[in-house]
């Protein structure tokens, strides 16, 4: 089976740099991706990871530990608009390869003057 | 280029009717996945599609049905509504089935009274 923990909310402040962590338990493992979605909108895409390390995306950074079956979404110098629920996701290893997204239950972020 | 885009916006349905969702994918994407969204669950995998195959289906009942056209273009048609089925139905597209690029449409918002 799959499952994905992150926390439910976190509040951080305007200039700050703020870390949502994403644990995963999965059957396969064909990488790992982060979403940000604003109310009422589509999830947007924002990293993908499936070797070990850093990935790096101007005010955005991602990390992947395979082993821990952990990861993290830092984002640096938060703006208000930021404020949004930010989704873990992992892709699993399916017999026959295809594309099939696990979520977690998403992280809702505010940022706050 | 267009983005994925799904109709309608907004639907509103009684109990124990049938709806049908649509969604035309980014042009030249030819694997299509659908998810329902809903505030306790998360984003939930419902099936994809890949040159007019279902290649993996979710773990919701017989009720939710889906399609892929020629075209590339999908359709997903629930059943007999329940009231629980009342959600945020999200489409993303990608190039092929094993591309880690997803792109989500806005979705549709399901309401049933």
């Known amino acids: 089976g799959q499952n994905i923990d992150q926390p439910t909310e976190m509040t951080a402040t305007e200039g700050a740099i703020v870390q949502i962590n994403c644990t995963y338990q999965?059957?396969?493992?064909?990488?790992l991706f982060w979403y940000q979605q604003h109310a009422g909108e589509a999830p947007t895409f924002l990293s993908y990871?499936?070797?070990?390390g850093l990935e790096e995306k101007g005010r955005f950074s991602s990390f992947l530990s395979r082993s821990k079956g952990y990861s993290y979404l830092l984002l640096k110098e938060l703006q208000m608009k930021d404020s949004a629920s930010y989704l873990c996701?992992?892709?699993?290893?399916?017999?026959?390869?295809?594309?099939?997204?696990?979520f977690g239950t998403g992280t809702q972020l505010k940022v706050e003057l | 280029k267009a983005g994925v885009t799904q109709t309608p916006r907004y639907l509103i349905k009684t109990r124990g009717q049938q709806v049908t969702l649509s969604c035309s994918p980014i042009?030249?994407?030819?694997?299509v996945s659908w998810y329902q969204q809903t505030p306790g669950q998360g984003l939930q995998f419902l099936f994809e599609?890949?040159?007019?195959?279902?290649?993996n289906k979710g773990n919701f009942p017989g009720r939710f049905s889906g399609r892929q056209f020629s075209n590339s273009r999908s359709e997903m048609n629930v059943s007999t509504l329940e009231l629980g089925d009342s959600a945020l139905y999200l489409c993303?597209?990608?190039?092929?089935?094993?591309?880690?690029?997803?792109?989500f449409g806005s979705g549709t918002r399901l309401t049933v009274v």
């Open positions: 993303a597209s990608s190039l092929s089935a094993d591309q880690h690029g997803y792109t």
């Open positions: 599609y890949f040159s007019e195959t279902q290649r």
């Open positions: 999965t059957s396969g493992f064909n990488g």
């Open positions: 996701a992992v892709k699993g290893g399916l017999t026959g390869g295809g594309n099939k997204l696990t």
């Open positions: 042009s030249g994407h030819r694997s």
């Open positions: 990871n499936v070797l070990d």
